[in-house]
């Protein structure tokens, strides 16, 4: 299986920060990375898909970046409503896809 | 709009079973594979397996071969999930997914999300 670690497993930032989420694959995935925010009590929420193509209705303050192994989530200007956990995920291997493990994006 | 509706919170005894129903609206139920997920409280996001709507065919995640089915009825745009067996351990919040692919390649994604079916197994 194709394992997703996501750096830092947790993270403090104030209002209008910029923040880096980082997701690295323990082998080469090409562009085959999604992003993903889950709110407390709510379903994952897609934001960026095939690593760098910003889904519809989601702020361009979001952005993604990366292939092969190494990717990030960047927040240019954080919001109140951006405080949540973030989950990266591969689907090179479909049907057998793997999240990262999160990165839970706290108010400083 | 797309949207993909969940059955309600169950209850199970270890060593029962629970089928938990998927509706999907607002797009054709047969051209997209629904996948499902499970989250246990204050934890991350395990893939459980795929069904593709339209032929039936699935696949699961080796941790669950034996114990998970998937299901559908194209009549009334219906995915289900059946875990057996039940135990402590399977007591999360389960999600199903729409898996959207891109035109021209094999990239894939979720979108959109059930609102998640909650199952809590205790004696």
């Known amino acids: 299986d194709i394992q997703m670690t996501q750096s830092p497993s947790s993270l403090s930032a104030s209002v209008g920060d910029r923040v880096t989420i980082t997701c690295r694959a323990s082998q080469s995935i090409s562009s085959y990375l999604n992003w993903y925010q889950q709110k407390p009590g709510k379903a994952p929420k897609l934001l960026i898909y095939?690593?760098?193509s910003l889904q519809s209705g989601v702020p361009s303050r979001f952005s993604g970046s990366g292939s092969g192994t190494d990717f990030t989530l960047t927040i240019s200007s954080l919001q109140p409503e951006d405080f949540a956990t973030y989950y990266c995920q591969q689907s090179y291997s479909t049907p057998s896809i793997t999240f990262g493990q999160g990165t839970r994006l706290e108010i400083k | 709009q797309v949207q993909l509706v969940q059955s309600g919170a169950e209850v199970k005894k270890p060593g029962a079973s629970v089928k938990v129903s998927c509706k999907a609206s607002g797009y054709t139920f047969t051209s997209y594979d629904i996948n499902w997920v499970r989250q246990a409280t204050g934890q991350g996001l395990e893939w459980m397996g795929w069904m593709n709507p339209n032929s039936g065919n699935t696949g699961y995640a080796q941790k669950f071969q034996g114990r998970v089915t998937m299901t559908r009825n194209t009549s009334i745009s219906t995915a289900y999930m059946e875990l057996s067996s039940l135990r402590s351990e399977d007591t999360a919040v389960y999600y199903c997914?729409?898996?959207?692919?891109?035109?021209?390649?094999?990239?894939?994604?979720?979108?959109?999300w059930g609102q998640g079916t909650l199952v809590t197994v205790s004696s």
């Open positions: 095939a690593a760098s």
């Open positions: 997914a729409r898996c959207v692919a891109a035109h021209i390649s094999t990239l894939n994604w979720f979108d959109p």
